[in-house]
């Protein structure tokens, strides 16, 4: 373990989305570089993604019984979590902007100091403009990365 504080953790991140419709399923898997830090009562994950549109940045923001995940840059989105609370979210478009719902069902974060790895597990269902979009499990895992 590093003597860089916590605030300011470079992590390999591995983000797995499993996305159940009905009886259809779908994976999607990334594997990013980016930074973990906490700040006040919140705990942070940030990281860049490259997709069809372009670059976006992600930040995951959990506490203990909220979280939040926001994009920027090439998709601009905004996607609120309680548990077992129904939140209205966001995700804008060059079409327009399209409105979303949460209903979190699972909301769990891990961080070890010693080994500087963690995880965060969202459970949430999905709706996006009033129509069922799926149940979305999303797991993260993370690890320190020594930077070259």
């Given at each position: 373990?590093?003597?860089?504080?916590?605030?300011?953790?470079?992590?390999?991140?591995?983000?797995?989305?499993?996305?159940?419709?009905?009886?259809?399923?779908?994976?999607?898997?990334?594997?990013?570089?980016?930074?973990?830090?906490?700040?006040?009562?919140?705990?942070?994950?940030?990281?860049?993604?490259?997709?069809?549109?372009?670059?976006?940045?992600?930040?995951?923001?959990?506490?203990?019984?909220?979280?939040?995940?926001?994009?920027?840059?090439?998709?601009?989105?905004?996607?609120?979590?309680?548990?077992?609370?129904?939140?209205?979210?966001?995700?804008?478009?060059?079409?327009?902007?399209?409105?979303?719902?949460?209903?979190?069902?699972?909301?769990?974060?891990?961080?070890?100091?010693?080994?500087?790895?963690?995880?965060?597990?969202?459970?949430?269902?999905?709706?996006?403009?009033?129509?069922?979009?799926?149940?979305y499990h999303l797991s993260i895992t993370f690890e320190e990365e020594e930077e070259?």
């Open positions: 373990m590093s003597t860089r504080p916590a605030e300011q953790l470079p992590v390999k991140i591995k983000v797995k989305t499993d996305i159940r419709d009905g009886r259809n399923k779908d994976t999607f898997e990334l594997v990013a570089f980016g930074r973990y830090y906490i700040k006040e009562n919140a705990r942070f994950l940030q990281y860049d993604e490259a997709m069809d549109e372009g670059m976006a940045k992600t930040i995951i923001k959990v506490s203990d019984n909220e979280g939040l995940i926001l994009r920027s840059g090439a998709v601009k989105m905004r996607l609120p979590f309680i548990m077992n609370k129904k939140l209205k979210g966001s995700y804008h478009t060059p079409y327009g902007v399209f409105e979303m719902d949460t209903m979190t069902k699972r909301l769990d974060h891990q961080f070890d100091a010693q080994t500087g790895s963690g995880s965060i597990e969202l459970l949430y269902e999905l709706k996006m403009q009033g129509a069922n979009s799926g149940t070259q």
